[in-house]
Structure formats: structure tokens, C-alpha cells
């Protein structure tokens, strides 16, 4: 997980802002998110990253709802 978090931040600047990459950018924040939780990092920041991802998934209408409804039942797992 670590090493894919490494990876992901790296990534995720490519993602953001590049009209053909877009679609994957809340794909990249989901992702980067499990990895810092799963490697013990910012849990914090994992938690900013999932929030953004779900709004993007949702305002942007990218693929289905389906992501935005996992990413809110990960959001809900950790929620104190």
C-alpha cells in the first residue's frame, strides 16, 4: 500500500486539470485514499481525498453512482 500511495500521489497531478484524464481523477483520489489508510499515513487526508472523489463523481456524473455509493460506504466505515 505504501508503495501504490508513492505511485498515486505521482499520478494524481496528471490526472487533475487534463481534460482527457479527467474521468479518472476521482478514480486516482479513491484509490490514493485506501492506500494512505492502508499503509497507516494521513488518515485525515485519505478521509479529504474519498469526500472530493464522491463530489466529483456526483457533480460530474462520470460512469454511475455506483462509485460515489462505495466511496460513501468507506467514508462511513471510518466515520467515528
Known sequence: PK???????LALPIFEGTPETEPHEPAARFALARALVESD????RAIALAQ???VQ??????????????IDAWLAARSP
Do not use: H, I, N, V
Not at 508503495?3 to 500521489?9: C, G, P
Not at 499515513?41 to 485525515?44: C, I, K, L, P, S
Not at 463523481?57 to 462509485?67: L, M, N, T, V
Open 3 to 9: 508503495q501504490a500511495a508513492q505511485q498515486l500521489e
Open 41 to 44: 499515513g494521513d488518515a485525515a
Open 52 to 54: 472530493q472523489a464522491a
Open 57 to 70: 463523481y456526483r457533480e460530474k456524473d462520470f460512469f454511475s453512482g455506483a462509485a460515489a455509493t462505495e
